[in-house]
């Protein structure tokens, strides 16, 4: 099975800062790797899909980059609704469908 | 607007068989990839189970151990996902979603809370 790893698991992190989050891949997946953004309480919202493909209806201020092995997800300047934990998920080889261990993005 | 809305008994003891509903509304479910995840309490997400449009490819997670059993009535617009000999650790908040591009999920149902407990 191919293992995602996110880095970091925690962050912090000022209204305004840019932020990258990464993800690596065990094995190369191609650009088959989907972002999603989760607050407490609430289902995942899908961010990002191939890579770097942004969702309709999701602010540019939102980025993703990379292929094969390593990926990453960058928000240019942090809103306070973006206080949330951020799962990547590749969707190159199936199954599983696995997703990243998460990376809780908090206020600094 | 599009719905999911997931529906299914939430407390169940060990050993014992559930079934989870998840109803769509407002896109053509026929045509749509369906999946289900899972969400331990404070742990992150884990797929489960996925279903093609016509229901003829289906997968699981390998921690499953064919306990699982992913299903669709396109005519009634529904996901099912049939539990049987659950354990505590299949705990969780079950969601389903829709598939999407490069096999992306894009819309979510709002999660059923599912506890296996004695």
């Known amino acids: 099975d191919i293992q995602l790893t996110q880095s970091p698991s925690f962050l912090s992190a000022s209204l305004g800062d840019r932020v990258t989050i990464t993800c690596r891949a065990s094995q190369g997946i191609s650009s088959y790797l989907a972002w999603y953004q989760q607050k407490p309480g609430k289902a995942p919202k899908l961010l990002i899909y191939?890579?770097?493909t942004l969702q309709s209806g999701v602010p540019s201020r939102f980025s993703g980059s990379g292929s094969g092995t390593e990926f990453t997800l960058t928000i240019s300047s942090l809103q306070p609704e973006d206080f949330a934990t951020y799962y990547c998920?590749?969707?190159?080889?199936?199954?599983?469908?696995?997703f990243g261990q998460g990376t809780k993005l908090q206020i600094k | 607007e599009v719905q999911l809305v997931e529906s299914g008994r939430g407390l169940v003891q060990p050993g014992e068989s559930l079934r989870l509903s998840c109803a769509v509304f407002g896109l053509t479910f026929s045509s749509y990839e369906m999946n289900w995840v899972r969400q331990a309490p404070g742990k992150g997400l884990e797929w489960v189970s996925y279903?093609?449009?016509?229901?003829?490819?289906?997968y699981y997670a390998d921690s499953l151990k064919g306990r699982f059993t992913i299903s669709r009535d396109n005519a009634k617009n529904s996901l099912y996902l049939q539990m049987s000999s659950l354990r505590v650790e299949d705990t969780a908040v079950y969601y389903c979603?829709?598939?999407?591009?490069?096999?992306?999920?894009?819309?979510w149902g709002q999660g059923t809370l599912v506890t296996v407990s004695s």
């Open positions: 279903i093609s449009a016509s229901g003829s490819t289906i």
């Open positions: 998920q590749q969707l190159s080889s199936y199954p599983p469908y696995t």
């Open positions: 191939a890579a770097s």
């Open positions: 979603a829709t598939g999407y591009r490069y096999g992306s999920m894009d819309y």
